[in-house]
């Protein structure tokens, strides 16, 4: 079943200890929407300037992602710049130029309104409510944010939570959220807030996940090399909202594939830092994922 | 069957946000001890001076734990002192007073040689060499090391792990002593080292395995509250060796009791943190232990 995503179109400037890349795709929905796109259609919603190239959204196109709610608009692209620490993991951002996103708008297209899946990536909550206004009764949303949101428009995010169903977070923004140091606590705490299930995510450490089953711990894939690890909570939101619309989950479900959603979206997660912007992603293959998967079973088989 | 540990029995005085608690009894071997008695006997192999309380080697004691190969000397008991961050995690060494323990020699009492477990925890490398000397072909040795014998004491440190069957170091213990940044070629570098087997700890993340047969995560038991780590790792090694000594492993067996080892050290490690000092893992039942590997079981299930 489909997905519509809202989020970041970008472009980034990348520095690690070896290279620097400049103005590479990149942006919330397209590491998304690229990797969602692996299990099922994905709508995407988003604005670029005119300086954004053909080659960008043909290369979302040609992925099967439908880009008609991705506006161009006169000013410039989106731009993060950010560089890595030695452990590439730890970052500085170096520059955040909104450019077009800086009065983003979402606009649904026409049709788009009966979308069943809708992944809310890190955009001003006021934005993310109002793209869930524009949504008629969608089967499952899952949000992700970040510490600026928590901190400066808390009562905004309160606000949309209480109509989503899995928030995801990194453990530093589960922590800020709930105010709360343990992150079984945290995710109580968050649940009470409305989502009926919290995925904290750990980068290198794995992700946890959290429903009114249990607990799921998910480890990392241990990768031989980081190249550039820019975009895999993105992509790892959309292995893990790509299956549940493909496997047409709903919120009242059990825990079941929601738990293998968490094993999906880690394989296709684990890929994205083996290469710079959305090339490890774009070049994925189910048979990829699929190998993946079967490491991550059996890292977790004791 | 039978467990020989060698390591420090000290006395720890340790800070935290809410509390200060002197001297307290700690050490590599009473933790370790303390924990590995649940599963089988153990002979603890240590020194402790004048200061030394008669009711703490009375607990030990009355644990099973085998004290006749601790030496009671004229001087200080090995006494460190640390405070805690506030995330209980990171921490700060205010003093360490090596007293009796300076000098420390090894010295195994009759009939301790066929011992056929071995835990040789946190000392110098040539004295954890002297003991393997000591011992006659022991079914199964395991060395645990830290960063000041990894950066001063390379030369030494190589020539036991020649002889070690399982190395049980932390994440950055593991990169340190390998030069590799990633976990995976980091175990593979210390396998060509000599042990068959690596275990990387995470604390609160985890512990990674690495053997023959593929890598194991174990993730940790999510605590509600932490009032004292000090001696988490240790405890793990307690329940990790124990268990292989009741199921009486061999070093040229399979993974499979090795992989469970892991579960059973991790149980019994994530109930060192819920107060200070041994209390805990003194306290411990096996039913205690076998609730917390219900959970892990369950947070490891897909």
Not at 197 to 215: D, M, N, Q, S
Not at 216 to 235: C, H, K, Q, R, Y
Not at 270 to 278: A, L, R, Y
Request: include cysteine; charge should be negative.
């Amino acid at each position: 079943m489909c997905i519509l995503v809202v989020g970041s179109v970008a472009y980034d400037t990348v520095e690690t200890v070896h290279e620097r890349r400049e103005r590479q795709l990149g942006g919330s929905a397209s590491f998304f929407s690229l990797a969602a796109a692996l299990y099922a259609p994905v709508r995407a919603v988003g604005v670029v300037g005119d300086d954004f190239r053909q080659e960008d959204l043909d290369l979302l196109a040609a992925h099967g992602v439908d880009i008609a709610g991705i506006e161009r608009r006169s000013g410039s692209t989106f731009h993060w710049s950010g560089r890595y620490h030695d452990d590439m993991i730890e970052r500085d951002t170096l520059a955040t130029e909104l450019g077009v996103f800086a009065d983003f708008r979402p606009q649904l297209p026409a049709g788009w309104a009966d979308t069943p899946y809708v992944l809310l990536a890190n955009i001003h909550p006021d934005l993310q409510f109002d793209v869930l206004e524009a949504v008629a009764d969608p089967k499952l949303v899952v949000l992700d944010t970040m510490n600026l949101w928590i901190k400066t428009t808390r009562a905004s995010l309160e606000r949309v939570l209480r109509r989503v169903d899995v928030l995801l977070v990194n453990d530093s923004e589960a922590r800020l959220l709930s105010g709360m140091t343990g992150l079984a606590a945290a995710a109580d705490a968050i649940m009470a807030m409305g989502p009926k299930r919290v995925v904290i995510k750990k980068g290198e450490h794995g992700a946890l996940f959290f429903g009114p089953e249990g607990v799921l711990a998910v480890p990392a894939v241990l990768l031989s090399e980081v190249v550039d690890p820019t975009g895999a909570g993105d992509s790892f939101a959309g292995g893990f909202l790509g299956h549940l619309a493909r496997v047409a989950a709903h919120r009242d479900d059990g825990d079941a594939e929601f738990r293998e959603a968490m094993i999906q979206g880690t394989a296709v997660a684990s890929h994205c830092p083996e290469d710079f912007s959305v090339a490890p992603i774009a070049d994925l293959t189910s048979e990829d994922v699929a190998q993946r998967v079967a490491w991550l079973r059996a890292m977790m088989t004791p």
